[in-house]
């Protein structure tokens, strides 16, 4: 636990900051709410009325304060990168929510000023903070050292697809050959990857949280690993079948994680789960620890350019 509570202020109090972020405040000891910036007076007032923290029309007058050390920017992807390199450059730690680069000129700016500072730059891919995803990576790293071969990655979700760009390069590193389709907002991408690994990434512009919306799969020919809404992660290994006398309903042959046996309690909570209070949590431990953030400028820049291949890929098929 941190002793001296990391000071952040906002700048942004939109649906998305009020739903997830600042909730997930509550459950990260190690930082405490100092102030919001938001873009008119009006709407700064109405902040100040529900958190009851300094509140600033304007983003200038919140980096201006001396009391915030770190900012949280949680706007409209177009300006992120803008608001970004300002805060760096009044000396502030930045946690950026995505998409937080959305061009070249974008990370080429950030990096221009991260080079002239020591403050902490952190892209908020959620999902790399998510314990599930976190447990799956470890497995599957385990995996690989037992034995060569490629691996199949099947991964389905919303239209906010870019958080899945970033999880197949944070599963399987680099890619070399992207192909898409898309209809709408909805986007079916195969993934070649540079250590022979193959991947698909399917989109839909439907949603229904009443149904499995999240799903991420790991296949070989030794196995499977399935993850689904962030609370369900099960392991299957080897061909044998089990006999239907014999096998258990919950384990059915497999290894099954979730999240109520394997997050400690207090953080048994969506926000948790789903990793927004986690990387604050880090945001957090590399401002007074001094580690480097799980999420950087450069995977931040990675993930782009792979939506900016999967665009390009889809447009020359229109």
Not at 178 to 204: C, M, P
Not at 217 to 246: F, I, K, N, Q
Request: glycine share 8%; aromatic share 10%; charged share 25%.
């Amino acid at each position: 636990m941190i002793e001296d509570p990391v000071r952040i202020g906002f700048i942004g109090a939109g649906q998305h900051a009020r739903s997830m972020l600042y909730p997930s405040l509550h459950f990260v000891p190690g930082v405490r709410l100092t102030a919001i910036a938001t873009r008119t007076v009006e709407s700064a007032a109405r902040a100040e009325m529900d958190f009851h923290v300094r509140c600033y029309a304007g983003y200038e007058r919140l980096l201006a304060d001396d009391e915030v050390e770190a900012v949280i920017v949680s706007v409209p992807g177009g300006i992120s990168a803008e608001l970004s390199a300002a805060a760096l450059s009044a000396r502030k730690h930045v946690l950026c929510e995505t998409p937080a680069i959305t061009s070249p000129e974008d990370a080429e700016r950030i990096r221009r000023v991260l080079s002239r500072t020591d403050r902490v730059y952190q892209v908020a891919f959620c999902l790399r903070y998510a314990p599930i995803y976190r447990k799956l990576r470890a497995l599957l790293d385990a995996w690989r050292k037992e034995g060569e071969g490629a691996f199949c990655l099947d991964i389905r979700y919303y239209e906010w697809i870019h958080h899945f760009y970033n999880m197949a390069l944070y599963l399987a590193g680099e890619v070399k050959g992207v192909h898409a389709w898309g209809q709408g907002k909805s986007r079916r991408v195969v993934l070649e990857f540079e250590n022979g690994d193959l991947g698909t990434i399917r989109s839909t512009a439907f949603q229904n949280h009443a149904i499995p919306y999240e799903e991420v799969e790991v296949t070989r020919p030794d196995g499977m690993l399935r993850a689904t809404d962030r609370s369900d992660l099960r392991h299957y290994r080897g061909p044998e079948a089990v006999p239907s006398r014999e096998m258990e309903f919950d384990t059915a042959g497999g290894t099954i994680w979730r999240n109520s046996a394997s997050v400690a309690y207090n953080r048994l909570n969506t926000l948790y789960a789903s990793g927004y209070a986690a990387e604050i949590e880090d945001f957090a431990e590399c401002i007074r620890g001094g580690k480097m953030p799980l999420s950087s400028l450069e995977d931040a820049a990675r993930t782009d350019a792979l939506r900016r291949a999967v665009e390009a890929s889809v447009r020359g098929r229109g």
